[in-house]
């Protein structure tokens, strides 16, 4: 049972424009959220997190949304440019809980941003 | 250079033979965790690492060992493996396991093992 998912397997944009993954948990104690992103033939690389005490966090061209009553994150990427086409990974943990150290990752989505 | 260095990138073996898969770390983390990556999937986390000694079952640690008795290392052990152990395996560490923005993971390249 997923309790991480991406819904979306692939999405394209145009450069320039706002790109948008998002992500959808199942478990109300999950409290911290990452995004990372990953180039082929290399590791994830970290991105950006969320804490659950807020609803948005910002970094640059980076913003991710956190919606704690449905359950949802989203990651927008604005403007968007070409290298940024990856495939992103939402993950979610419960730092505060027992399983301290576990994560758990979403099925991915693979960005391509046409020049 | 700060890294994660796994060995071997590529392995190509049979159903039963036993294999390592090493990982090291020269940043003195205390946590270290291992995970796979299949297609459509996504990454899901094998067994981890809190600190020399002490290591913990992730969502999918069935046919995989780990020991961590220094903590640079965290060998992943694959007593008998089996074609669904196919895949693509990744190591990572961080100063701690609470995943803070300011105390990244930092990921290996990955090791594609083939079991035929």
């Known amino acids: 049972d997923q309790q991480v998912k991406q819904n979306s397997p692939s999405l394209s944009v145009q450069e320039g424009r706002i790109s948008i993954l998002n992500c959808d948990y199942t478990n109300s104690m999950f409290d911290y959220f990452l995004w990372y992103k990953k180039y082929p033939a290399e590791g994830p690389t970290f991105l950006i997190s969320?804490?659950?005490?807020?609803d948005k966090n910002e970094d640059g061209r980076f913003t991710v949304f956190l919606n704690k009553s449905a359950k949802h994150l989203s990651l927008h990427i604005v403007p968007s440019q070409p290298g940024d086409s990856a495939v992103y990974f939402c993950a979610v943990t419960n730092a505060g809980g027992t399983s301290y150290g576990k994560l758990t990752f979403g099925q991915g989505t693979i960005l391509t941003v046409h020049p | 250079e700060a890294q994660v260095t796994q060995n071997p990138r590529y392995l190509i073996t049979v159903t039963g033979k036993k294999l390592t898969v090493t990982c090291s770390q020269n940043m003195n983390h205390e946590y270290m965790s291992w995970y796979r990556q299949d297609p459509g999937l996504g990454l899901r986390q094998i067994y981890y690492s809190m600190n020399v000694e002490v290591t913990d079952k992730g969502d999918v640690p069935e046919g995989y060992k780990v020991s961590r008795k220094e903590k640079r290392n965290f060998p992943l052990i694959l007593e008998s493996p089996s074609p669904n152990q196919t895949s693509l395996y990744f190591c990572?560490?961080?100063?701690?396991?609470?995943?803070?923005?300011?105390?990244?993971?930092?990921f290996g390249d990955g090791t594609r093992l083939s079991i035929l």
């Open positions: 990572a560490s961080s100063l701690s396991g609470t995943f803070l923005s300011n105390q990244p993971q930092h």
């Open positions: 969320i804490s659950s005490i807020k």
